[in-house]
């Protein structure tokens, strides 16, 4: 066990529709970071949040969006969803030194 | 950015054996590599990391061993069991700045193990 829950673990959508995925963090891990794993690959960086703020983002458009909440827990917001958003989306919490990175168990969203 | 590869996609071994994983990375300011075992339909799960201070790092059963020199990683398990069977990733954290640490993940080695 990481500590690190999300939800829900499944979830299927229509393209054109919003998604909100959950995460709670490990305790006293101050760091979250999304990340998306296509069926086959390895996982992509989304974007991290620290206190309560983005601080890194990657090659995602901003129809992908977070939020952090002050007891560090985090939701990704994915907007006018799109057949290629289908994917795994795991959230990674660490503690803001970089150290030691542990992920949930993600949440499988398909679009339909 | 600069990416993290895998040079075999696939290894079999019998039970028992050793494991050897090989990751090759190109960003040499990276200084800190971690490498992950997932199972099907699981997040990804820490087994090890490595700073570019060091070499060589032992857990229970796993080694990662670090040249700098060549930008190569790998992972040695020893004695393999079955429930080492998954698809194993080697990432590297990039500082992107303001405190961001971002892993960079490879396209991962998937580790079948023969009873």
């Known amino acids: 066990e990481t500590g690190v829950t999300q939800s829900p673990t499944h979830l299927i959508k229509t393209r054109g529709q919003q998604v909100t995925l959950r995460c709670s963090s490990q305790s006293g891990h101050n760091t979250v970071s999304w990340y998306q794993q296509a069926l086959g690959q390895g996982p992509q960086f989304i974007f991290q949040?620290?206190?309560?703020?983005?601080?890194g983002r990657g090659n995602f458009p901003p129809r992908f969006s977070g939020l952090q909440f002050p007891n560090y827990s985090s939701e990704l917001n994915v907007n006018a969803l799109e057949l290629d958003d289908s994917a795994l989306y795991l959230c990674?919490?660490?503690?803001?030194?970089?150290?030691?990175?542990?992920f949930g168990e993600g949440s499988w969203l398909t679009v339909v | 950015g600069e990416s993290v590869g895998l040079h075999l996609p696939t290894l079999s071994v019998q039970e028992g054996d050793n494991s050897i994983i090989n990751c090759a990375y190109s960003?040499?300011?990276?200084?800190?590599f971690i490498w992950y075992k997932q199972e099907s339909g699981k997040g990804p799960q820490f087994i090890i990391d490595i700073r570019s201070n060091m070499d060589k790092r032992q857990g229970q059963r796993v080694t990662v061993l670090l040249n700098k020199t060549v930008k190569h990683l790998s992972l040695q398990i020893a004695a393999t069991q079955p429930g080492d069977s998954a698809v194993y990733f080697c990432a590297e954290i990039e500082d992107s700045g303001a405190g961001s640490y971002q892993l960079t993940f490879g396209k991962g080695t998937k580790l079948s193990v023969i009873p």
């Open positions: 960003n040499s300011a990276s200084d800190y």
């Open positions: 990674a919490s660490s503690r803001n030194s970089g150290n030691t990175i542990y």
């Open positions: 949040y620290y206190r309560e703020e983005e601080n």
